[in-house]
T-cell receptor, first 116, second 114 residues
Framework: DVKVTQSSRYLVKRTGEKVFLECVQDMDHENMFWYRQDPGLGLRLIYFSYDVKMKEKGDIPEGYSVSREKKERFSLILESASTNQTSMYLC??????WGAGANVLTFGAGSRLTVL | GESVGLHLPTLSVQEGDNSIINCAYSNSASDYFIWYKQESGKGPQFIIDIRSNMDKRQGQRVTVLLNKTVKHLSLQIAATQPGDSAVYFCAENFRGFGNEKLTFGTGTRLTIIP
C-alpha cells in the first residue's frame, strides 16, 4: 500500500521556536508538496519540490522553508514559529506525469501544530 | 457548494439518497479537475478526476460533471452510505511554464443522516 508518513501527528510549540515537520514517502514519487489546511480556507500550497534538492514556492511560503536532500523525504521548517502558523499541515507526493494524466496526490494523515 | 470564506459549506443527505456537491473553479486553462474526500483524522484521498475535454465521467457510485462554459464542477454520489460522511474538495490542475499547479477549493462537509 502506498504511503506518505508524517512523523508527528500533534505538536505544541512556543512562539519563536524552530519547528521541523518531517514527511517520508515510499512510492518513489518525484513530486512532494506541503500544504496547510485551515477551516473554510481549504488547502493552501506552501512549498513543493519536483526533484531532490529542488524547491519551489507555493502560494503562502512566507515564514516557511523546506529541505529535500533525499527523494523520499521532504521537510517543512518554521524558522521562528508564530501563533498564526497554528494549523494542520499536510504533506503529499505524486508521480511526475508531465504531458499525460492527472497530478494525483497521495496525502499523509497530517500534522496538527499548535503555537502558543 | 464551495466558497471562499471562514464557513465550510455543509450538505446533509438522508442515507440512501443521492447527493450533489458543487464547485466553481477559476482558471479556464486548467486541464484536469480532481475530487478528493477527507474523512475525520485523515488526509484527503483521491476519488475521481476528469479531463477538461470531457463533460462527464463515472466511477463506482460517483459521477463528475464538468461545465466549462460556467466553470462549474459537480460530484454526484449515488445511494449515499454513512461512510460517505466527509469533507469533499475539488481541485483544478494547471500545467504551464515547466511545472504544474493544483489549486484546491475550500471544501464541502457532507453529513449522511441515518
Amino acid at each position: 500500500d502506498v504511503k506518505v508518513t508524517q512523523s508527528s501527528r500533534y505538536l505544541v510549540k512556543r512562539t519563536g521556536e524552530k519547528v521541523f515537520l518531517e514527511c517520508v514517502q515510499d512510492m518513489d514519487h518525484e513530486n512532494m508538496f506541503w500544504y496547510r489546511q485551515d477551516p473554510g480556507l481549504g488547502l493552501r500550497l506552501i512549498y513543493f519540490s519536483y526533484d531532490v534538492k529542488m524547491k519551489e514556492k507555493g502560494d503562502i511560503p512566507e515564514g516557511y522553508s523546506v529541505s529535500r536532500e533525499k527523494k523520499e523525504r521532504f521537510s517543512l521548517i518554521l524558522e521562528s514559529a508564530s501563533t498564526n502558523q497554528t494549523s494542520m499541515y499536510l504533506c503529499a507526493s505524486s508521480l511526475k506525469v508531465w504531458g499525460a494524466g492527472a497530478n494525483v496526490l497521495t496525502f499523509g494523515a497530517g500534522s496538527r501544530l499548535t503555537v502558543l | 457548494g464551495e466558497s471562499v470564506g471562514l464557513h465550510l459549506p455543509t450538505l446533509s443527505v438522508q442515507e440512501g439518497d443521492n447527493s450533489i456537491i458543487n464547485c466553481a473553479y477559476s482558471n479556464s486553462a486548467s486541464d484536469y479537475f480532481i475530487w478528493y474526500k477527507q474523512e475525520s483524522g485523515k488526509g484527503p484521498q483521491f476519488i475521481i478526476d476528469i479531463r477538461s475535454n470531457m463533460d462527464k465521467r463515472q466511477g463506482q457510485r460517483v459521477t463528475v460533471l464538468l461545465n466549462k462554459t460556467v466553470k462549474h464542477l459537480s460530484l454526484q454520489i449515488a445511494a449515499t452510505q454513512p461512510g460517505d460522511s466527509a469533507v469533499y474538495f475539488c481541485a483544478e490542475n494547471f500545467r504551464g511554464f515547466g511545472n504544474e499547479k493544483l489549486t484546491f477549493g475550500t471544501g464541502t462537509r457532507l453529513t449522511i443522516i441515518p
